[in-house]
């Protein structure tokens, strides 16, 4: 059984930072590529970044390139999200995700299995 469980999300001023950390487990981590989403209030859920499983190539969303980084460690099973210049529009919650594909893994689509999401507050 697949499951995915995000960590680190809180409350932060603007202007701060976060790690989330997202601990895979029943699956092939290194096979996977590994993504996160993110869902605000009232909107749909959104991509932020993806990490490929084997080269480690990296993908953002315009809006947080420069500010989040994606990485991974396939020894831990664990893929993480720097967050940088916290803005109150990055307020939301922070989902991981895990897919076979390495294609159009900056939609949904492909993600095969979700994690519980973690929530980020940015306040002003």
């Known amino acids: 059984q697949v499951q995915l469980v995000e960590s680190g999300g809180g409350l932060v001023q603007g202007g701060g930072s976060l790690r989330l950390s997202c601990a895979a487990s029943?699956?092939?981590?290194?096979?996977?590529?590994m993504g996160w989403f993110r869902q605000a209030p009232g909107k749909e859920r959104e991509f932020v970044a993806a990490?490929?499983?084997?080269?480690?190539?990296?993908y953002a969303a315009d809006s947080v390139k420069g500010r989040f980084t994606i990485s991974r460690d396939n020894a831990k099973n664990t893929v993480h999200l720097q967050m940088n210049s916290l803005k109150p529009e990055d307020t939301a919650i922070y989902y991981c995700?895990?897919?076979?594909?390495?294609?159009?893994?900056?939609?949904?689509?492909?993600?095969?299995?979700w994690g519980q999401g973690t929530q980020v507050t940015v306040s002003s």
């Open positions: 029943g699956l092939t981590f290194s096979s996977y590529t």
């Open positions: 990490i490929k499983g084997s080269a480690g190539t990296t």
């Open positions: 995700a895990a897919s076979r594909a390495t294609l159009f893994i900056t939609s949904q689509d492909p993600y095969n299995y």
